[in-house]
C-alpha cells in the first residue's frame, strides 16, 4: 500500500456533514446560476464587443461553479470549520493509480458500443452548436476536461455520494449521486432516454471510482479523460472546425 494512499476498501471516513446541508446547497443551485447570469451579462454589456457565444457560455457556467462552490466552501468552514478540498476526499496519491489513468479511454468504448446496440440516435445538443471555430473548440475543450469535471465530480462524487453512501450502503449511495448527474446533462440531448442511460452509466463509473480509491482526484482523473477521448474523437470527425 502507497503511503497516504486512501484504502481499497471504500471510503475511510465519514462524512461530518448531513442531509439538510445537503439540501442547503442544492437549494442554492438555481439562485447561483442566477446570479451568475445576471453578472455576466451585466459584464459583457461593458465590452466594446459582445463575446461569441462559447465565450458567453463559459463565462456563465464558470461564474456559476464559483458562486455555488462559494456556498459549500462556507458550508464546510463556517459550521463545521473544516478544510475544503480534505473533506471532499482529493487525495493523492490513491490506490491503482494506472488503471484510473487508463479507465476513461476505455469506458468511452465501452459506451460507445453500449449506444450502438441501444440505437442511440445522433441529437444536435448544445454543446455542438457552441463548436463553431477554432477558438469556440479550443474554450469549450479546455472547460470540457478541466473545471467541468473538477467541478462536477467535487459536487456528485465529494459532497453528495459519501453521505448517500453512509445513509443506503455503496451500491444505493453511488446509484443516487449518479442520477442527478445524469439528469444535469439530460436537457442537452433533449431528454433522450438512451443518451440519459448512457451519461448515469458513466457517472455510476465515476461513482464507483471514487468509492473504491476514496479520492475524488482518482475519479475526476477518470471524468477528465474521458470527456478529452470523446472530445477528440467528435473533432477527428468534425476537422473543419480546426481547420
Same mark, same amino acid.
Given at each position: 500500500?502507497?503511503?497516504?494512499?486512501?484504502?481499497?476498501?471504500?471510503?475511510?471516513?465519514?462524512?461530518?456533514?448531513?442531509?439538510?446541508?445537503?439540501?442547503?446547497?442544492?437549494?442554492?443551485?438555481?439562485?447561483?446560476?442566477?446570479l451568475a447570469i445576471v453578472l455576466s451579462q451585466g459584464f459583457f454589456l461593458l465590452l466594446p464587443k459582445m463575446p461569441g457565444d462559447a465565450a458567453r457560455a463559459i463565462t456563465m457556467q464558470f461564474a456559476a461553479y464559483g458562486f455555488w462552490f462559494g456556498a459549500l466552501w462556507l458550508i464546510l468552514r463556517q459550521r463545521y470549520h473544516a478544510p475544503f478540498?480534505?473533506?471532499?476526499?482529493?487525495?493523492?496519491?490513491?490506490?491503482?493509480?494506472?488503471?484510473?489513468? +487508463?479507465?476513461?479511454?476505455?469506458?468511452?468504448?465501452?459506451?460507445? +458500443?453500449?449506444?450502438?446496440l441501444l440505437q442511440t440516435p445522433v441529437i444536435d445538443n448544445a454543446v455542438a452548436r457552441l463548436l463553431r471555430d477554432r477558438w469556440s473548440v479550443l474554450l469549450v475543450g479546455t472547460f470540457a476536461v478541466t473545471l467541468g469535471p473538477l467541478a462536477e465530480e467535487l459536487i456528485f462524487r465529494g459532497f453528495f455520494q459519501p453521505l448517500a453512501v453512509r445513509s443506503f450502503g455503496p451500491w444505493i449511495g453511488i446509484t443516487l449521486a449518479s442520477a442527478p448527474f445524469a439528469l444535469l446533462h439530460g436537457p442537452q440531448y433533449s431528454w433522450n432516454w438512451?443518451?440519459?442511460?448512457?451519461?448515469?452509466?458513466?457517472?455510476?463509473?465515476?461513482?464507483?471510482?471514487?468509492?473504491?480509491?476514496?479520492?475524488?482526484?482518482?475519479?475526476?482523473? +477518470?471524468?477528465?479523460?474521458?470527456?478529452?477521448?470523446?472530445? +477528440?474523437?467528435?473533432?477527428?470527425?468534425?476537422?473543419?472546425?480546426?481547420?
Open positions: 500500500m502507497i503511503a497516504g494512499a486512501a484504502e481499497p476498501s471504500g471510503l475511510r471516513e465519514e462524512p461530518f456533514w448531513n442531509w439538510r446541508d445537503a439540501a442547503m446547497l442544492a437549494a442554492l443551485a438555481i439562485p447561483c446560476l442566477a478540498w480534505s473533506s471532499l476526499g482529493w487525495r493523492y496519491p490513491w490506490p491503482n493509480m494506472l488503471l484510473t489513468a +487508463v479507465l476513461g479511454p476505455a469506458l468511452v468504448i465501452c459506451i460507445a +458500443v453500449l449506444g450502438e438512451q443518451h440519459v442511460l448512457l451519461l448515469f452509466l458513466a457517472s455510476f463509473v465515476f461513482g464507483y471510482t471514487r468509492y473504491r480509491t476514496g479520492s475524488t482526484a482518482a475519479s475526476t482523473i +477518470v471524468h477528465a479523460t474521458y470527456n478529452l477521448t470523446f472530445f +477528440v474523437g467528435y473533432i477527428a470527425q468534425r476537422r473543419e472546425l480546426l481547420g
